[in-house]
């Protein structure tokens, strides 16, 4: 299987826009939470968001070249009772508004304090927009392994494995992508984000490894059922 150049770039794009952010509120997170020392990263947060954006929004120009109609893309969300592919189609833009609220939030340092927790943690919006950005995230990691995990007629492609490792390449490139630029920018999280993306890189590597494996045994169990169907 082969396909097209555009398919791979907006799914290498995206699913990297997608891990980046999730890079990006998992420090939030475990700052909130103490499990970082407490620094002010929101010159961080917000150029992360920006360079997410970036890759989602260039994934999203890549997606129109391999569409026959690009002028009748928009008819595509119609069907989402249906449809993985519709269902990304509404799924993509909502996350790409959250992310930029998210980055707009933290540039702008509006911290009003919505709620504290018992800890002592302070939810402001930036927290709602990340924990819905993430909830996003998610959904557009299954909507789009799924427009691929759900063809039949390619074995290579209908199986589990097919979501869990585009998820997994996904978080393994964005925190790469994140340590990079924590390193000009936020250097006290380089080693935090580094260690996350190896753990994730290992885990994409013995699911794509596991992929590897079924697939001609999968090839094989189809040809012999053709043969005795025949």
């Known amino acids: 299987m082969r396909p097209a150049v555009s398919v791979i770039l907006l799914t290498t794009l995206i699913g990297a826009g997608q891990g980046l952010f999730l890079a990006l509120f998992t420090v939030q997170v475990y700052a909130l939470v103490g499990l970082l020392p407490a620094a002010d990263h929101r010159a961080f947060y917000a150029s992360g968001s920006a360079i997410a954006l970036a890759l989602l929004a260039a994934g999203l120009v890549a997606s129109f070249f391999h569409l026959g109609r690009p002028e009748r893309a928009w008819r595509s969300a119609t069907q989402w009772r249906t449809s993985w592919l519709s269902r990304e189609v509404i799924v993509l833009p909502a996350f790409?508004?959250?992310?930029?609220?998210?980055?707009?939030?933290?540039?702008?340092?509006?911290?009003?304090?919505?709620?504290?927790?018992?800890?002592?943690?302070?939810?402001?919006?930036?927290?709602?927009?990340?924990?819905?950005?993430?909830?996003?995230?998610?959904?557009?990691?299954?909507?789009t392994g799924m427009i691929y995990a759900c063809l039949r007629f390619l074995a290579e492609w209908h199986s589990p494995l097919t979501l869990l490792n585009y998820t997994l390449l996904g978080g393994a490139s964005g925190f790469v992508l994140a340590a990079a630029w924590a390193s000009l920018v936020a250097t006290n999280l380089v080693g935090f984000l580094s260690a996350w993306a190896v753990v994730i890189t290992l885990l994409a590597l013995v699911g794509r490894a596991a992929s590897?494996?079924?697939?001609?045994?999968?090839?094989?169990?189809?040809?012999?059922?053709?043969?005795?169907l025949n």
């Open 96 to 143: 790409m508004a959250t992310v930029a609220l998210y980055g707009g939030v933290h540039a702008l340092a509006w911290a009003p304090e919505i709620v504290r927790l018992p800890g002592g943690a302070v939810i402001d919006p930036s927290v709602v927009l990340g924990m819905l950005g993430t909830v996003l995230a998610f959904a557009l990691f299954v909507c």
């Open 212 to 228: 590897l494996w079924r697939s001609p045994r999968r090839l094989l169990k189809l040809e012999t059922r053709d043969q005795r």
